[in-house]
């Protein structure tokens, strides 16, 4: 594992991988007295320039960003929160009217600008919208969708996207945390989501825990969120334990590596070399996030990990080297935290934007850039000692670097440091232990099938039973329109960014509510919901499945399939595909299906035949999955004669229960109450 | 802390002619594993409770489902030889049949600390929370339901009272005196400095307090670190030998 570089061929890429950067982005900044500071970003541009590492000059290796628009903002934040972030980036409040001033101020602690960490600056809204712009430009660009711009050939769509003003991990839907506006992460991954098939593996390196992309993924399968941080026992934000695994399909998704405070090179590196491939291997993903907040450095004066850039460097090469491995290089870089402005970031950064473009990295540190920043940082020294001090770190009063690397000299050994690594060899184990296979699933055992007969197992664990299989499955299909996306076992926060096609009213007649009533079955652990999507997030056609209605009472694993198509996405094959789509289960032939087609919900006019000529395509849509008519006396059904019923009864399916479902087929209503 | 302000109020009930199958849907349905029995009674449109929640008609308590009640049925019935046809299947049972009385309750004024005395004491996951309320056109007082009070709830609330739902770090101001001004001085510099307060919890040992455990809105607390210190008031903020003598 030394010579990671030899392992994968470092031929052309230099030319595939690019940087975004742009000025306007410098004006996501806090103020004089405040941590976070874009002259770190200045520091770092004119870093690589001076050792022509990139040219800012060069077309081909940097990549022009956009603002995101309210729309893909709104993937991830409320309405309320952008309209508030706007209102509030109007800058001066003092020479405002009092009244105003007070509900300016309102807003502020409503949605986290009040007290201390993220302060309401001027054009707030418009410096963050560049951010998020950046980095839903870098990665839609590695993807290869439309968002990212458009390249020449496929070789000049970049493999790589370094973004360094990009990472504010801790922006929560609703509100602003932790120096963090917007999300950039997460609507950049959610933009993806919804117009790809493609699964996303987000690496967050920052010290402090990735609660807000862990909050906006929570529940999804199709993102595998691996964070390394310091414990939250004492740092911001406080969580980030090990059992946050996710909900609903998406547990198992999420994957914290909480390291104690102090924490050095050697047992970080420990940690990513046991948990990173087995991790990946399993979850195979199409694409890399990775965040490299470089606040886990020992110079840090907010955190307690004693990083060095040893360290550091190990992490941005491993995931150069998953990026090859498994996405064929399909790699987003991000920056984050780091307030070591002068000596810890630039270095760090021109690091991971080295190694992404195969560059070497000169031993010394140019003199004339040093003369440049090492009085900003003689400036603020004797505070960041104090700062540094505080938190326990101890103080080796340390001149400025002039080497790339840091020399270990200036970096005492940390005291107990046995004691340490030994605690975090027991969180590794624990991680390992729940989420790494071979017995991947050894932390959610799958149910035995001797308790199939309770009658108390949802539709997702009994779909689920023999369950290797990934928890959601993607697939695109082709048809005259263009692409449309299938996903079965949507989870909630997914339904939720998608908006219905204005065609989609046969269940509730207005889009909106149906949407809604789409929401509610997804969140319902007994029901299951399959949606075909267009890449830009229009629900065309849905198929659920719920627990048959009273009828049914007390025959095991009834549930009723329904299925529509928006009006204007007829006569393309989508209901035949996502049929057949969500019906691809295993645990097929131990259930009853039935569908139930009703004429007055029927579209005769819309499509021009007769109620007797829709109800022989629904009978034939259905036979193809293997559903037969079956005559009934369920009262929907009988009020009638074009109504239908068919069913599909499982191979597996005890003979018992099934005939117990031909005689309530039959029954008279009166004795199928009770 | 009582039980009326952690304990749950959205309830989904049964009643006791509710057959067994339709109990199983609804414990699956919203994943629950306790169902109150009750009979409904309608209000007199106008007179609205007031109290916990505002209802229309009041839940008169008539005893307990839990799902454990329902295996334990389900297991009966598959044990049962099947020439047995005088005996209903488990799904067309009553509610009623297998409902237990429940007879410990506790009232929306019940001390939080002992009602979760009494769920560990008796081994209960669930405590039915009641009033006793005469009704109009009944002679003897009702038991009316009002909520519910379980495992989660009491543990939902400890989680709260500790601030860990909202974004924060730990700090801990040891008290050596067993006197506050140590935690005093410091709460007075977090409004100066305009650092949040999410919760502060004084556990005392002995009958006297040790340690003070803050959680602090904020990912930047070297300025408060540098007062405290100035001040001379000491603190923990992960201190690499109390870590390892943890372990």
Redesign the interface.
Known sequence: MTQLSEQFPASPPAARARLIFDPGELRYNFGADH?FQSRRLVALIDLLEKCGLWNSEDEQTRLPLRAVTIEELSLIHTADYIEAVQQLSVGDMEVRAPVEREALQRLEYQYGF????TPAIPDMHNVSAKIAGGTLVALSAVMGLPEGGTFATEDERPLHVFHPAGGLH?AWAERA???CVYNDISVAIAQVLRSSKAKVLYLDFDA?HG?GVQRSFYDEPRVMKISFHETG???????GDVLELGKGVGRGYTVNIPL???TEDDSYNEAIDSLLHPLITYFAPDVIVSAHGCDTHAWD??T?LKLTLRGIQRQIKVTHQLAHTYCEGRWVALGGGGYDLFRVVPRAWGMVWAEMSDQALPKELPAEWIERWRPEWLAMEEQEE??QE???KASSAVDFPTTFMDRADDFPA???RW??N??NRLTVALVRHLLVPPPVRLAFPTVPRETL??????LFDLLHLHGTATPSRSKIIETKKGEILLRDFCPPSFVERLKPDDGLRAFARFPEREHRLLLGISK???CALTLAHTPTGEIVGEVTMA?GD?FW??IENVYEVAIEVSSNWRGMGIAKATLAFALELDALEDMILFAIGLSWHWDVEGLGISVHRYREMLAHLFGLQGFVEYPTTEPNVRMEPGNILMARIGSRVDPRVASQFYNRLLSTPTLAG? | MIVQDIMTTKLVTVAPDDTLSHAANLLRQYQIHHLPVVRQIRLPAGVQKTGYSVQKTLLVLQGLLTSQDIDLVVALDKHRSSGDLLQRPWYEKQVGEVMHSASIRVTPLTNAGAAAELLVERGWNCLLVVEYQQVEGVQQAQTILVGLLTRSDLLMALARAMGIFEPGMQLLIPLPLGDMTPLAKTLLLTTELHVQVHSVMVVPQDRRPRVATLRLGTINPSPLLIRLREENIEYTFADPLLEGDAQ
């Open positions: 941590p009040g007290e201390g960490d801790h945390s932790g120096f402090h609660d026992r004492y740092l911001f934000p406080g969580t104690e405070p102090f004066p907010l307690h104090i700062a505080v938190m326990g940390q005291q107990r004691n340490i030994k605690a007969g309770s009658p108390l197992l949802g319902s652990p007994d627990p009273s009472d007390g009770l």
